[in-house]
């Protein structure tokens, strides 16, 4: 199958690459399919979300560890359920950022991470319920891992 992906032009990709998330995003709720595609072939430090069911509509997303060293979201029973997850190991995490001039002053919303099921890529933006994560934290104000 085909895309003509908003920052990549047309893109190849199989159906079991697809992300489907259950419930959409918040305020994005009728768009279920998404294609994940990296902006680095080496890692998922940033990808582009792109959604299937409209051309015009992607995400910049990041992995939240590779930008915050104790980032630990918790998920709920249900959350879990949903996911069809056997334990919080199956998750992926990412957070959806809004890019800047200059960068350091883009942010990443860590208060609502995307939850991915890695095994059957079923996903799930989630609320936490952890009042030190908010909707906007500023990529220059963050602590990154050592060595990256």
Do not use: W
């Not at 992906?5 to 159906?15: H, I, S």
């Not at 902006?39 to 995400?59: P, R, T």
């Not at 890695?118 to 891992?145: I, S």
């Amino acid at each position: 199958m085909n895309i003509n992906a908003k920052y990549f032009g047309e893109v190849m990709y199989e159906e079991n690459e697809v992300i489907y998330f259950i419930n959409g995003l918040f305020g994005f709720e009728n768009y279920k399919k998404y294609l994940p595609l990296s902006f680095n072939e080496e890692n998922d430090s940033m990808l582009s979300l792109q959604n299937l069911e409209d051309e015009a509509l992607s995400f910049i997303v990041m992995n939240p560890f590779m930008l915050c060293q104790d980032y630990s979201p918790k998920l709920s029973e249900q959350d879990l359920k949903e996911l069809e997850a056997n334990s919080i190991d199956d998750i992926s995490f990412y957070v959806i950022s809004v890019i800047r001039d200059p960068v350091e002053e883009s942010t990443v919303n860590l208060k609502a991470p995307l939850a991915v099921n890695a095994m059957n890529r079923k996903a799930k933006q989630v609320m936490l319920d952890q009042p030190e994560y908010t909707f906007r934290h500023t990529l220059g104000n963050m602590t990154h891992k050592e060595g990256e």
